[in-house]
């Protein structure tokens, strides 16, 4: 998923020394990282920031979609795509531009309920998506997270909200 411009693109700061970190281990691109990892680390610093961030309790609404998620409605190249658009989407392209298909129910209803847009999906519903969707491509690749990965997990709290929203979408971009 990552592997096009570097961490600095999307915010990330490399004062801080897990920023650093990362890109010594995986490249400034991100470009040498195992698919696993990604999603893995799409997963856990979605759901950091959904433990010690968000104020919100899940609506009915996101906690429908990540059941749905979670119960693997999606092909695995709908949630990538799904995941491109979640954290692209301040970057007012459809949800079309990322390749998700409009036939499969599931971005059918997402598109009814956000918007092309998605511009009615806030930042907590965002987070707890990206959550969900992150953790099914991670239960579904056959590897395990890496040690570097496991390490970038427990280190998340040396970030500020702002780098853990950049780190996501330099790994979802």
Known sequence: MSGNKPLGFFGCNYDYVLITDIMETWGDNLQ??????????????SEYINFHYL???????????????????????????LISAI????????LGYWGVD???PLIKDIYETYGDFLQTLTDDESYETLNAL????????????????????GRL??????????LIQALGD
């Open 87 to 94: 954290v692209n989407k301040s970057s007012t392209k459809p």
């Open 102 to 104: 409009y036939q499969i």
């Open 134 to 153: 992150g953790w099914v491509l991670y239960c579904d690749n056959p590897s395990n997270s890496s040690e570097d990965a496991d390490e970038v997990a």
């Open 32 to 45: 040498n990282i195992s698919d696993c990892d990604c999603y893995y680390l799409i997963h856990v610093a």
């Open 55 to 81: 104020t919100e309790d899940p609506t009915n609404v996101v906690d429908e979609l990540t059941t749905r998620i979670i119960a693997r409605e999606l092909p695995a190249s709908q949630v990538q795509a």
């Open 157 to 166: 709290e040396e970030l500020p909200l702002a780098q853990l929203q950049a």
